[in-house]
């Protein structure tokens, strides 16, 4: 009997991070009807965002108050890739055939594996991928309030065209001097001065012979604006790079890298009778309570969170009630991405190390999971995650023979889903299908 217990407490972990992970399917099918099949690798950044967090802040510690930070950067990391893949990779096909997303997906999946194997231990790359983020923050701030339209059907790229060459001007002078000339810190005062004129001389050149004398004058304060605002957060940027990223020494992602251990959720496991409980299995199983709870309270309690509801059963008609639908594919995105990045950080700390390929298996697993408990239905993804995990860990255990033991737990877990998809395509609890006119 204790080892019928020791198993259902194994399953019941493992499906705990199954269900966190294939909620976050569910959210983003629910919405837009897309199968994320590069959400696996969200939860793989959500671990590496979690370690990273770690080497920069609180390498050798293990106290347990350094597990929420970790957390916290495990979410900005896969909320912050998510976000950019909904709106760089997702968006333009938005109207496009199912299969054109799809390939998508597994193009990104494939993208972010070899990403990570290939970057992680080069600290350079977070130059190349934030200074344009960096530019881009500085004409967000920049063009906030100005009294031109810059979203006229007919003008917008005239009158946009000078912004952005006001910032690709500082950000191409910024690049020559800290990249080519003397990456030291002696030529400060010449990388703001040279940005700044640069980048506003090109602004004024491509005004002026753009759009007229009388916008080149509305775009002058925005392009100053641009050009410093974007110079000053380049060299904050260059100065955590130069004190904090190169100073560290990162570990190859090209082989399993082991994961910071946390006093209380690590550390001996808890003896129950004859079962044995890792700590770590009961901060996944509180993390996906926990979890669950709070994204039952944010779609049915708040303005948002009702939106989405709306925009899952007719877009269409939430659009002409005001509703913001790109705004609401966001926030689904980003939902998935948080609790990826729990699972992220509870992988870790069950296995002890992680690696770049871990979210691969994961992503299938959880997309079993969906579709067990019923693409679409929040809870049934989360029933399906506990039932998957219990099912894995049951058949490891009680199927005798050849056919048993760990190495076949994974041909288990896809035998159920073909079989749910032959005799219940639906769901457990039933996949939520709207009728839309």
Request: aromatic letters at 10%.
């Amino acid at each position: 009997m204790d080892q019928f217990f020791q198993q259902l407490v194994n399953g019941l972990t493992l499906g705990s991070l199954y269900a966190l992970i294939a909620v976050g399917y569910t959210v983003v099918y629910g919405i837009v009807q897309l199968i994320n099949f590069a959400h696996g690798e969200i939860f793989m950044i959500g671990a590496f965002g979690a370690l990273t967090t770690y080497l920069l802040f609180f390498d050798g510690h293990t106290s347990v108050w350094i597990l929420p930070v970790m957390i916290i950067g495990a979410i900005i990391a896969s909320t912050a890739t998510a976000v950019a893949m909904e709106r760089v990779a997702y968006r333009p096909l938005r109207n496009a055939p199912r299969l054109a997303p799809l390939i998508t997906a597994i193009g990104i999946s494939v993208f972010l594996q070899e990403f990570i194997r290939l970057l992680y231990d080069r600290p350079q790359w977070t130059l190349v991928v934030i200074a344009p983020t960096v530019v881009w923050v500085a004409y967000v701030a920049a063009t906030r309030g100005l009294k031109l339209n810059l979203n006229h059907p007919v003008t917008k790229w005239q009158d946009r065209t000078p912004l952005i060459g006001a910032g690709v001007g500082a950000l191409l002078v910024w690049i020559v001097v800290r990249r080519l000339v003397d990456p030291g810190y002696a030529f400060t005062p010449v990388v703001l001065i040279a940005g700044v004129a640069v980048g506003v001389g090109v602004a004024w050149l491509l005004a002026r012979f753009g759009s007229g004398s009388e916008r080149a004058k509305l775009l002058l304060m925005p392009s100053l604006q641009l050009a410093g605002g974007a110079v000053v957060l380049l060299e904050l940027l260059w100065v955590v790079y130069r004190e904090i990223l190169s100073s560290i020494e990162w570990p190859s992602a090209k082989q399993r890298i082991p994961f910071p251990q946390i006093d209380v959720v690590t550390g001996s496991a808890l003896q129950l009778g004859g079962v044995t409980i890792q700590r770590s299995a009961i901060f996944t199983v509180a993390a996906l309570v926990v979890c669950t709870a709070i994204l039952w309270y944010f779609i049915n309690r708040t303005r948002l969170g009702r939106g989405m509801l709306a925009v899952s059963q007719d877009p269409d008609t939430a659009r002409l009630m005001g509703i913001n639908v790109d705004r609401i594919i966001v926030v689904a995105f980003a939902l998935g991405a948080v609790l990826a990045a729990v699972a992220g950080v509870s992988q870790g700390l069950q296995n002890n190390n992680i690696e770049f390929r871990m979210g691969f298996l994961a992503g299938l697993k959880a997309f079993t999971a969906a579709v067990l408990g019923g693409i679409g239905n929040i809870y049934g993804a989360v029933a399906g995650g506990l039932v998957l995990g219990v099912v894995e860990a049951m058949a490891t255990q009680y199927i005798p023979g050849q056919f048993g033991g760990s190495t076949w737990k994974d041909v288990w877990a896809f035998v159920i889903l073909i079989l749910v998809l032959v005799f219940r395509p639906q769901g457990l609890l039933g996949a939520r299908v709207v009728d839309r006119a």
